[in-house]
């Protein structure tokens, strides 16, 4: 603490002194400067003008000196007898000439050709553009030169030169006489300005000493500083300040020691309190176990006819059943499970308060999790007249780790909470990738209905135990009020998020997290093959059952039409557009509409085309199809594993296609070749061109999928698409080579829309061998399996691009034909592929390049870029490359512009030319295009 009050008074006294300082160093200076000032300009004007007298003084003083010295010389009687004394005369004036003040040396020079006569040191050398003063003095670098021309009786000229140290001394003497003033005045003023700071300044440093003691406590200070006029009115109001504080710190103790007095009475009645709660705990600790037991007994009591339900379903499993038999059966069965693990979760929300809930880390099938949880609400979903779907996304994992229990019932509360609070509409389920960590993997699911939407005050209590939103109707449906506080428990449990988006009047969207792992063992579904590159049309009037559908599809690797509305279905039956497929997937709406429906299934049987119906009462639609053999019908929502069996039965072995006729090689041992690309069209044309080489071929349609089919076989060679979402080739290359064993190296050869001619050297950088544009052909591919995997020494580089592709046609036949190697039927379904696609890509298009998002526009074009260089669409793919190179090469919006509007005139001049055509335009007809 001294050391402290020691260093307190050190800063205050510092300040002080500087406080001081600073404002006798103002007085002194506003002191000091007026005299300074009036020094300056009284002495600088004198100072001038003395200068001008001495100078002029100085001048005139040579003139009469010359003169006068000139004058005495002309006077001088000039005979031969007195030649010599009157040149001793002139010597003599000459030297007295030297005598005068400022005078340097002197000459006489005569014109008559006589010797000149000096005196002094010589005359400073003059330059012949020497220049002259107002006086007529020659100006020399440190002296005057004058000059006067005599008229005697012997004509000569005097030349005297003055030298400039007397002016400069003169000058010198002026400047320090100013100065000597200026001190003087300075000196004058600052003694009255000293007193009166000293006057000023130190009853200023008392009464800041005094305010520093009263900030340390010292209330008992006196200040008497003798100050006068407003000095003396602030020491008063110190004095008073004083005072005032003196009385507060008195009132404030007093007002402590109340403070403490009640303070200890406080801590009595707590403590008392403290007992009284003690004992409470105690009651509630053995009420707590009392409800313990009672739920255990209840849960037992519960637990034992589910246990009996569920064992005689297993049991009733393995009778012989029908098909609609095991399927409600299963319903039942799964419906009691259900059951069983929700009493199993709200018996355990105790746990869950308590910290101590476990969780189970067991291999789980998400895509079965969530359909098994959607069948199990479809009744419900079904009495209020609602679509269900699911949209899982191709990227998201099959096979993880995690609790299938607690997920379920986190799902379940969600989806039955989605159903219940929505009249009508739809209930999707979304599940997505959000982070891929390698062997950890981020999942998001999203339940999305079309009800009405949450305020933003009940969104704040939504997931409060025993807390429900009372919206007047939906009060009816009732609950406890736990599941959404359960969900969330179970949610952070297992390390993820929960969480919703709602708009009132727009629907809700809850979603949650999952931090999953990744089973080790990645189960490998078997494909029917066939099934494998069918064509389906798909007609579904709800847009997310429709996508939904998509997915589920294309898992199967069926070519898909989408048709968006039952409306138009039998017009487009009837013009035959349809009859290329294979099967029939139609979804009846949940709620009545103006279709005439018995018309329109006894029409679609007619059809005798393979037909799946899809609809929510499946026993009323099958009595009106039960004569037709060729339609099925499965209840909404649909699962991938009923799904692809109904499609198996629909095809049936007479309508299964014809084995494929082994292809003999034309190489001389069996080559195995991964073959990746994310588009479909260009897929198939590669798997077919090397299958007819005789190549075993394993399709891939994106980069992780490669990885892992790599990881598991060996490949002689791999074709490798580049540009693909999610990851790309050039990354999937790089983690192949990661790897690839010790010492083994698989040649990786990269199939692109070759759109810059640079792009290749990155290409090989990145670990690729070689490098193939599209459109691909058949000696291309012999050629680089030659060379990579045979090391034929004739094999050489691949073939360049036909250089006779360039077209004027919207559509070309004959370049389709070459394009496909000869096979019209390839062909026909390559450009069938491209004119399904351009319906949606024209669109999106146009709206990144408007949203000014060039990723997504680069990667939409180069995808289409690839899909028309199998098609014979030339002018479609030159306006592709066109943008493609532009967007690779940073072109501003004003350049792409004009080449987005081209590229979309031509995507809509292809699409009239077929609906102009129809199906008049294939290969077998060329059409007149423009």
């Known amino acids: 603490m001294l050391m402290l009050f020691m260093h307190n008074g050190a800063n205050n006294s510092n300040r002080e002194f500087m406080v001081n300082q600073s404002l006798r160093s103002r007085l002194m200076l506003m002191a000091a400067m007026p005299a300074l000032l009036a020094a300056l300009i009284i002495g600088g004007y004198s100072m001038v003008n003395r200068i001008i007298d001495v100078r002029d003084t100085n001048a005139q003083r040579q003139q009469l000196v010359t003169d006068s010295y000139a004058a005495q010389l002309e006077t001088l009687p000039h005979n031969s007898q007195n030649k010599q004394n009157k040149q001793n005369k002139q010597q003599m004036l000459l030297r007295q000439l030297l005598e005068e003040q400022d005078v340097r040396a002197a000459t006489l020079i005569f014109n008559d050709g006589r010797p000149s006569l000096h005196a002094g040191p010589r005359l400073r050398p003059t330059s012949p553009t020497a220049t002259t003063d107002e006086q007529g003095r020659i100006i020399t670098d440190t002296s005057w030169q004058l000059q006067r021309s005599l008229r005697g009786n012997l004509p000569a000229q005097l030349t005297v030169e003055f030298s400039r140290q007397g002016q400069y001394l003169s000058t010198l003497e002026n400047l320090l006489t100013l100065f000597l003033v200026m001190l003087a005045l300075i000196m004058a003023a600052m003694i009255p300005a000293m007193r009166f700071s000293r006057q000023l300044t130190q009853p200023i440093s008392e009464m800041v000493n005094a305010v520093h003691r009263i900030r340390d406590g010292d209330l008992s200070i006196t200040i008497q500083t003798q100050a006068k006029s407003e000095l003396s009115e602030l020491e008063t109001a110190l004095q008073q300040m004083i005072a005032a504080l003196a009385d507060a710190q008195t009132e404030l103790q007093k007002n402590v020691d109340q403070a403490t007095l009640d303070l200890r009475e406080t801590l009595e009645t707590i403590e008392i309190q403290n007992i009284e709660l003690d004992m409470a705990r105690k009651e509630a600790l053995k009420a707590s176990h009392i409800k313990s037991e009672f739920l255990a007994n209840m849960s037992h009591e519960i637990r034992t006819p589910l246990n009996g339900i569920i064992g005689f379903t297993k049991l009733l499993h393995r009778s012989p059943l029908s098909a609609r038999q095991e399927e409600y059966l299963s319903t039942i069965h799964k419906s009691a499970e259900s059951l069983l693990a929700i009493i199993n979760d709200v018996l355990d929300f105790s746990k869950i308060e308590a910290g101590k809930l476990s969780l189970d880390h067991t291999p789980l099938n998400l895509h079965d999790l969530i359909e098994d949880v959607q069948t199990l609400l479809a009744p419900m979903a079904q009495e209020r007249g609602l679509e269900q779907a699911s949209i899982i996304y191709s990227d998201v994992p099959v096979a993880l780790l995690g609790d299938p229990l607690r997920i379920r019932q986190v799902l379940t509360n969600l989806l039955s909470n989605a159903i219940k609070f929505t009249d009508h509409g739809s209930v999707v389920v979304r599940a997505m990738l959000e982070e891929d960590r390698g062997a950890e993997a981020i999942i998001k699911i999203t339940v999305t209905d079309t009800g009405h939407g949450l305020s933003q005050e009940n969104q704040k209590n939504l997931f409060r135990a025993f807390t429900q939103t009372d919206q007047s109707a939906r009060r009816q449906e009732g609950g406890t009020g736990l599941g959404l506080a359960i969900s ?105 509409t103006s279709i005439d429906l018995p018309k329109l299934l006894n029409n679609l049987a007619a059809r005798e085309i393979p037909t799946l119906i899809l609809c929510n009462n499946p026993e009323h639609v099958s009595r009106w199809l039960e004569t037709y053999p060729h339609c099925q019908v499965q209840s909404k929502p649909v699962t991938r594993q009923r799904l692809h069996s109904a499609l198996l039965s629909l095809s049936g072995q007479d309508t299964l296609p014809p084995p494929r006729q082994q292809v003999r090689s034309q190489f001389p041992q069996p080559i195995s070749v991964l073959l990746v690309d994310d588009h479909p069209g260009n897929l198939k044309l590669a798997r077919v061109f090397l299958e007819e080489l005789g190549v075993t071929v394993t399709a891939c349609d994106s980069g992780q999928s490669a990885l892992d089919t790599f990881q598991k076989h060996p490949f002689d060679l791999v074709f490798m698409d ?209």
């Open 488 to 592: 969330k428990r179970l949610v952070e449990s297992m390390g993820g998020e929960i969480g919703i988006e709602s708009c009132e009047e727009r629907g809700s969207t809850f979603w949650f997290t999952l931090r999953t792992e990744r089973a080790p063992q990645q189960p490998v579904q078997a494909l029917s093959e066939a099934l494998i590159g069918c064509t389906v049309t798909l007609i579904e009037n709800d847009e997310y059952g429709r996508m939904g559908l998509y997915h589920m599809l294309s898992h199967l690797q069926l070519h898909i039409h989408e048709q968006h509305s039952l409306d138009g279905l039998m017009t487009t039956l009837d013009n035959g557009e349809l009859a290329q497929s294979d099967f029939l997937v139609v979804g009846l709406p949940c709620q009545a």
């Open 722 to 930: 580049i540009q693909m979402p999610g990851m790309d080739g050039k990354e999937t290359s790089k983690r192949m080579r990661a790897a690839e064993p010790d010492g083994t190296h698989t040649p990786i050869v990269a199939l692109t829309a070759h759109a810059l001619d640079s792009e290749r050297r990155e290409l090989l950088d990145s670990g690729l061998d070689d490098y193939l544009s599209k459109p691909i052909t058949e000696e291309q591919l012999r050629h680089t399996l030659q060379k990579w995997v045979l090391d034929c020494p004739n094999g050489g580089l691949p073939d360049a691009p036909d250089n006779n592709d360039d077209s004027d046609q919207v559509f070309d036949p004959e370049l389709a034909r070459r394009r496909a190697g000869g096979r019209d039927q390839l062909a026909d379904e390559m450009l069938e592929m491209l004119l399904d696609s351009l319906e949606t890509d024209r669109p999106a298009i146009s709206a990144a390049f408007d949203r000014n998002d060039n990723s997504d526009l680069l990667e939409r074009v180069h995808k289409l870029h690839g899909a028309t260089r199998y098609c014979g669409a030339a002018r479609l793919e030159q306006a592709a490359r066109r943008l493609e190179e532009a967007l690779k090469t940073g072109s501003s919006r004003d350049r792409l512009r004009p080449l987005v509007s081209a590229l979309c005139d031509e995507i809509c001049a292809l699409e009239q030319l077929y609906q102009d055509q129809g199906h008049a335009m294939t290969l077998g007809q060329k059409p007149n295009a423009p």
